[in-house]
């Protein structure tokens, strides 16, 4: 019997793409789900009634949650292109990259906008991108994952399309390829992937989003 796969998510969401990249990148054909937060299905609640968000990909009957753990589960599922590196140290490396993307890097670019003082939150964002860009300079490779995207690459994924757009609503740059030649090359080399370019959100609609996120927009 053929598998089924089901991804609940909602369409402007980087991490429900992560999962969406992950899935392309083994070439699995999937039923998308889309979600309303703001009126969440008893499906999701069910499925993920720890965080109640999505992503979650049901495999099956059953579920998966939380993007990272989604895009290792769906490596170890399936054949095909691996995501993750094979030596167990580079996996570890990974990881520990990943996880730093989701814990200090995002949060640290997203808190750029929103607090008071602006000048303090770029420089701590800078210094987090930073750490990137050392990355790929030591590693001398077009992804974080070598020739082709992996783990890295896909946690990333906010940084190389949904950052430019909150920047543009937000009026605020600092994602230059002055100060990050080697991130910002990474950035455009990653969204022009096939198994990247048709997760990703129409700009237009992103853009919207954040500039009422801002504020920017009256009456929306
Ligand atoms: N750590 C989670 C974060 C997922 C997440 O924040 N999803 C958002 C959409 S972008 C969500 O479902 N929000 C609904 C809510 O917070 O109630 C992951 O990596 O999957």
Known sequence: MADSVKLYGTVLSAYVSR?????????IKYENIEEDL??????????????????????????ISESLVIVEYIDDAWKGVPILPQDPYQRAVARFLAKFIDEKCVPAIKAVGTNGDDHQAIAEACAQLQVLENELKVKGTKFFGGDNIGLVDIAADFIAYWHGIREEAAGVTFFTKDKFPKLTK???????????????????????????????VNGM
């Open 19 to 27: 999962a969406k990249m992950a899935l392309n990148l083994k070439g």
């Open 38 to 63: 703001s009126n969440k299905s008893t499906d999701l609640l069910k499925y993920n009634p720890v965080h109640k968000k999505v992503p979650v990909l049901v495999h099956n009957g059953k579920p």
């Open 186 to 216: 990474w950035a455009d080399d990653f969204v022009n992937c096939q198994a990247v370019k048709n997760t990703l959100p129409p700009r237009e609609q992103m853009l919207g989003f954040y500039m009422k996120f801002f504020g920017k």
